[in-house]
DNA sequence: CGTCCACAGGAATGACGGGCGG
DNA sequence: CCGCCCGTCATTCCTGTGGACG
């Protein structure tokens, strides 16, 4: 079969796919019509954003929850029926939203909330400053409500420190014809004590709190995205109640539960299956875990990747390890390859952070009379460590097999 | 019951590279 | 464009500590 045979064939088998409707609804971007049971947090931005129809500035709002309580979808959705609430009535309202995330420094962020007033900024050239005074300027003389929503804001703040969000707080002081009101969500729930207390005081004039949904909330939002993505029938029983079992026990995660039910359906459709089932689901589970793992790891500093690896044959020898023993078989993983081995004050520091990553589990323990260490387990399998350590050109040439 | 092991982990400091503000 | 600042990776020096052993 020549290659062009071949693409055809796989791009005229994805167009009459025998598993998808539309997997679009199951992306995390993905805005749906019904928000089940977030109708108390709806209600409550509604009410606090409903002012603005007849021209009053709304309170600042501060959302907080943890990924995937659906703090995006709620927001986008009242924002945009407000915006067209707003065309009905014909109040002068502009809404705009940003992803700090995807647009991390301050000038980023203020170039997309000028584009919401039709004000063209230059990529580059003008200081932040600069671009402030323009924006301030063009808000004044548009002569509207301006609702500006700052997803994911701790990063902006972690990065480039509370600055902006200062001013948009404050901005109203200096115009006249316009007013602003500053939505900030976030999912880290320390964040908010970082900030600066007037920030504070004046962002978090009402606050609203996402809970996590239960697994019968999360089946509940699965099976209404389920009818819109897949064929009717397709899903076999059980595979709903999985995914939403998995991502109940990551605090209630419904962007994973979707996740699960999406490459689920894509792993069914690879494999040429008139169904989905549970086992698609537990390889969709397995895949996501080592695209995860495979993420943080690729961008670690070398070191870490052999303090991991040192960690991975150990724990593959004894089922588990201390900190002394992965120090002394890091450095001769190190003198393998001929070159220098950082202290074990800094092979202590990597330990905590691949704990935190999630990749092992460290506890410390007392021994006693001989001495106090960690106690250290793989928490992904060794297999997916060791596939991931491939793709890296130094750790590679020690992994086991290989020279 | 005090010791003392084998580390944990805080503080200060430095090299280095990239991006910001002026 | 250039200097400066900031985050990251790392070192050095250090104090702290749970509990088996003598």
Known sequence: MSAVEIIDKIFSQSL??????????????????????????????????APSLQGARPSNVFIYGLTGTGKTAVTKFVLRKLYEKSLEVGARITVCYVNVRQDDTTYRVLLRLSECIGLRLPFTGISTAEAYRRFIRALNLRSTLFIATLDEIDFLVKKHGDELLYRLTRCNEELDQSKVTVIGITNDLKFVDSLDPRVRSSLGEVEIVFPPYNAMQLEDILRKRAELAF????????????????????????????????????????????????????KARAELERDRVAEVISTMPLHAKL??????????????????????????????LGIEHVTQRRVSDIISELDMLGIITARVVSRGRYGKTRVITLAVPKDVVYSVLEEDPYASVLLPGNR
């Not at 009459?16 to 108390?40: A, G, M, Q, T, W």
């Not at 490459?263 to 690879?270: K, L, N, Q, S, T």
Request: hydrophobic content about 40%; overall charge neutral; charged content about 30%.
């Open 307 to 336: 303090v991991l690896l040192a960690i991975t044959n150990l724990v593959s020898l004894n089922g588990k390890t201390t900190t002394g023993e992965v120090y002394s078989h890091y450095r001769t993983l190190c003198s393998k």
């Open 16 to 49: 009459k796919s025998k598993i998808f409707v539309n997997r679009d609804v199951l992306r995390p971007d993905y805005v749906p019509d019904e928000l089940p049971h977030r109708e108390e947090q709806i209600a409550k931005l509604a009410s606090i954003l």
């Open 231 to 282: 064929r009717p029938g397709v899903l076999d029983k059980g595979v709903i109640e999985l995914c939403a079992a998995l991502a109940a026990r990551e605090h209630g995660d419904a962007r994973r539960a979707l996740d699960l039910l999406r490459v689920a359906g894509e792993i069914a459709e690879r494999e040429g299956a008139d169904m989905v089932t549970v086992e698609h689901v537990r």
